[in-house]
């Protein structure tokens, strides 16, 4: 963590995270943990002087143990919301790079994944049509994931404070 793109100030919190669409069988991999009531994005902090697509990369098999390549860029995320579960009282700020990912065609993957606080992460396959029943992060996923642009990056700016 001492090498993230990231910081604390009182409290703020504040990070550079890259992040994978994996989309399997019609289902969108996400992740979840034993503290935390919610899913999130397979993916985490950039390191400093680490390029994007390489933090990626390097996320995506930390946490499901597979090395999946990179296909595009597909958005670029600045969120803006009041942290819940382990960020509980922060106000959060958060720019994160989510690249869709190339199929492998399986859903088999070698998780053994924990979060940088040491907390046990276990991987969750989510059916695609059925996000919305899910308490899932980023919550734009459940309206753009199925019409995305495959051309284009798409900025999109949340603000839950």
Same mark, same amino acid.
């Given at each position: 963590?001492?090498?993230d793109c990231?910081?604390?100030?009182?409290?703020?919190?504040?990070?550079?995270?890259?992040?994978?669409?994996?989309? $399997?069988? =019609?289902? /969108?991999? @996400?992740?979840?943990?034993?503290?935390? +009531?919610?899913?999130? %994005?397979?993916? !985490?902090?950039?390191?400093?002087?680490?390029?994007?697509?390489?933090?990626?990369?390097?996320?995506?098999?930390?946490?499901?143990?597979?090395?999946? $390549?990179? =296909?595009? /860029?597909? @958005?670029?995320?600045?969120?803006?919301? +009041?942290?819940?579960? %382990?960020?509980? !009282?922060?106000?959060?700020?958060?720019?994160?790079?989510?690249?869709?990912?190339?199929?492998?065609?399986?859903?088999?993957?070698?998780?053994?994944?924990?979060?940088?606080?040491?907390?046990?992460?276990?991987?969750?396959?989510?059916?695609?049509?059925?996000?919305e029943n899910?308490?899932?992060?980023?919550?734009?996923?459940?309206?753009?994931?199925?019409?995305?642009?495959?051309?284009?990056?798409?900025?999109?700016?949340?603000?839950?404070?």
């Amino acid at each position: 963590m001492d090498n993230d793109c990231g910081f604390t100030k009182e409290n703020d919190w504040f990070r550079y995270r890259a992040a994978a669409i994996i989309i $399997e069988d =019609d289902c /969108l991999l @996400f992740a979840k943990n034993e503290v935390d +009531d919610y899913y999130y %994005s397979i993916g !985490g902090a950039v390191h400093i002087g680490e390029k994007a697509e390489d933090a990626v990369r390097r996320e995506v098999l930390e946490e499901t143990g597979v090395p999946y $390549e990179i =296909d595009r /860029l597909a @958005f670029i995320h600045e969120n803006f919301f +009041d942290g819940t579960g %382990s960020f509980e !009282g922060y106000k959060c700020h958060e720019i994160a790079f989510y690249f869709l990912m190339k199929s492998k065609g399986s859903q088999k993957l070698k998780s053994n994944s924990y979060s940088s606080l040491g907390i046990k992460e276990y991987m969750h396959w989510i059916p695609i049509d059925n996000l919305e029943n899910y308490k899932a992060f980023p919550t734009f996923f459940k309206d753009k994931i199925d019409t995305f642009d495959s051309r284009g990056v798409e900025h999109i700016i949340t603000n839950d404070y």
